[in-house]
């Protein structure tokens, strides 16, 4: 009983903070499930995030379901889901109405630029702080070729290309296949 309390607390608190959505939120989710309760290793996290990029909803609900269903199976998976979404909910609805009403202050404006910038830099954090992870393992002793290869690869198809997220997934998962027989 006490780790659903756990569950709903931790998802509670990183639904407050993720506002910006899911992936400025990473370092957060990331330090509090691996680092802080140990529910899942850094391996583990960057596979559910990978994951989550191929199924609809957003990535903590995904984080908060699959970490849930982990700790303590389906009610964990419940609530773990509810205590992600909870302070979302209400505070998108409570911030939506007053939008509405004060959008045209000038503060308001100003917020509204500030949180986008905030956003950038967060979410720039976060695919620093997956990047290393996937370069440099759990330990930044090893440094991994391929998935740098990989990346780079990625990079340039999407940028010559302009492929579809859904194509370069399916390639860089061919290619992590094929180069993990090398």
């Not at 370092?27 to 850094?42: E, R």
């Not at 889901?81 to 202050?105: P, Q, R």
């Not at 340039?156 to 997220?165: A, C, P, S, T």
Request: proline share 2%; hydrophobic share 55%; with cysteine.
């Amino acid at each position: 009983m006490m780790e659903l309390w756990n569950l709903f607390i931790e998802f509670l608190k990183i639904g407050f903070v993720s506002i910006g959505g899911g992936y400025a939120s990473i370092p957060l989710i990331q330090d509090n499930i691996v680092n802080i309760h140990g529910w899942i290793d850094s391996r583990t996290f960057i596979d559910v995030i990978t994951i989550s990029q191929m199924t609809p909803g957003p990535l903590s609900v995904n984080l908060s379901t699959f970490v849930g269903m982990k700790v303590a199976g389906i009610p964990g998976a419940i609530i773990a889901t509810v205590g992600g979404i909870s302070t979302g909910v209400l505070l998108a609805n409570s911030l939506y109405h007053l939008y509405l009403k004060y959008k045209e202050k000038e503060v308001v404006k100003t917020i509204m630029q500030s949180l986008r910038v905030s956003s950038v830099a967060l979410i720039s954090n976060a695919a620093l702080v997956v990047m290393s992870l996937l370069l440099l393992g759990e330990s930044g002793e090893s440094f991994d070729f391929k998935a740098l290869g990989i990346f780079l690869v990625c990079l340039v198809l999407i940028k010559k290309y302009r492929l579809k997220m859904a194509t370069i997934l399916g390639i860089s998962a061919f290619l992590g296949f094929v180069l993990s027989f090398i």
